[in-house]
């Protein structure tokens, strides 16, 4: 595995807080098809009663009136509904959550209203106006399935129900216990830990050339949020499991102390 190699690695991933890589794959073009149609059906029904709703409530008004309100339930139904939907389930619509799918950005973190609302407006003209025949030709040549309204908004939408496969933590290397017990350690950002825990889990998936050049570039970056720097001689790849599994006890302490500090407060009561 050479490093351009590696440095895609985490392209379709989404990371938890503890920087955590749950390689979600992006669904596949069928999967997305029988989505949607589930929405394409929800919305149909929507949309007959809100027409009636507004029909009704206008039915003894005049003709502009009528218009208003058959623009207005246009809206409702094609735009604020699946905008909000998706909004509120970070990502998710009707269809997705019978199928287990869920829109993310590109970058996979979740969405906002700003993507979910870009998604609603090019569906109206990629999805029901011409049939959904743009959405299946962009999808089909997408390596990640995006129809027209993700390439817009910035998203494409990924399979949640799969089996999740970790690997078994970086452990602290004996020799670098002593130092690392007593170094400042500053919280890595969560690209960066995500990165070297990707490393660390596929060392023997990368060649030595491309290992010794990942690890010092890694290495490099980690140590400016380590004070003092490790014992001169160190290997990179010892340096970055020393940083991680420090991180990890530290953490696990600190979340042990508030999980008791909460015990103490709720038991008083």
Do not use: C, N
Request: charged share 20%.
């Amino acid at each position: 595995m050479s490093a351009p190699e590696f440095a895609t690695l985490t392209t379709d991933d989404l990371v938890t807080g503890e920087a955590v890589a749950l390689d979600l794959p992006p669904a596949g073009l069928g999967t997305r098809i029988a989505s949607g149609l589930i929405d394409v059906v929800v919305t149909g029904l929507l949309l007959v009663g809100v027409v009636l709703v507004f029909t009704v409530a206008a039915i003894r008004t005049d003709e502009a009136l009528l218009w208003v309100a058959f623009l207005g339930s246009m809206i409702v139904v094609f735009v604020i509904f699946p905008t909000t939907v998706e909004t509120l389930t970070r990502g998710k619509s009707i269809g997705k959550y019978a199928l287990g799918l869920r829109t993310v950005r590109d970058d996979a973190g979740p969405i906002s209203f700003q993507h979910a609302f870009v998604r609603s407006l090019i569906a109206i003209i990629e999805v029901y106006a011409f049939g959904g025949g743009p959405a299946f030709f962009s999808a089909l040549l997408s390596s990640r399935g995006k129809r027209l309204g993700d390439y817009a908004a910035g998203t494409y939408v990924v399979r949640e129900r799969v089996r999740l496969r970790l690997g078994p933590p970086a452990q602290m290397p004996p020799p670098l216990a002593a130092w690392a017990a007593g170094a400042d350690m500053a919280s890595l950002p969560t690209g960066l830990a995500l990165a070297v825990r990707q490393f660390l889990g596929r060392l023997p998936q990368i060649d030595p050339a491309s290992r010794a050049t990942i690890a010092a570039r890694l290495a490099g970056q980690v140590s400016e949020y380590v004070a003092p720097p490790p014992p001169p001689g160190t290997p990179p790849e010892a340096f970055l499991a020393a940083v991680v599994a420090s991180r990890r006890e530290r953490d696990s302490a600190r979340l042990a102390r508030e999980a008791e500090l909460r015990r103490r407060l709720t038991a008083r009561r």
